[in-house]
């Protein structure tokens, strides 16, 4: 089992910054991708960036250029740098791990989610 918390949400003005944080605990061996997913209201879950182990990166569109994800393998913690953020980042923002528990099968884990409120 794993257990992801999550940290830095808020309220924040059009073109702010804010960093969220997630600490994994628990079974945390063999975790190879973490990252971070987004959810509005009304709107499906979306990915908004991840980052393996080795450092690899993927970005959604529309955040590409102002956000970064970063991790710390040796405190088992991944990172969200917002920076320039706009309405449309509202959301509540969920951290993701997968786990390798034998050949072929993995486990996804969640986060409880923290609220990024974007005012205009």
């Known amino acids: 089992q794993v257990q992801l918390v999550e940290s830095g949400g808020g309220l924040v003005q059009a073109g702010g910054s804010l960093r969220l944080s997630c600490a994994a605990s628990g079974s945390i061996r063999s975790i190879t991708t973490m990252g971070w997913y987004r959810q509005a209201p009304g709107k499906q879950r979306e990915l908004v960036a991840r980052?393996?182990?080795?450092?690899?990166?993927n970005y959604a569109d529309s955040v590409k250029g102002r956000f970064t994800i970063s991790r710390d393998n040796a405190k088992n913690t991944v990172y969200l740098q917002m920076s320039n953020l706009k309405p449309d980042d509202t959301a509540v923002y969920y951290c993701?791990?997968?786990?390798?528990?034998?050949?072929?099968?993995?486990?996804?884990?969640w986060g409880q989610g923290t609220q990024v409120t974007v005012s205009s």
């Open positions: 980052i393996t182990t080795s450092g690899d990166t």
């Open positions: 993701n791990a997968v786990r390798v528990v034998l050949p072929s099968i993995s486990s996804n884990y």
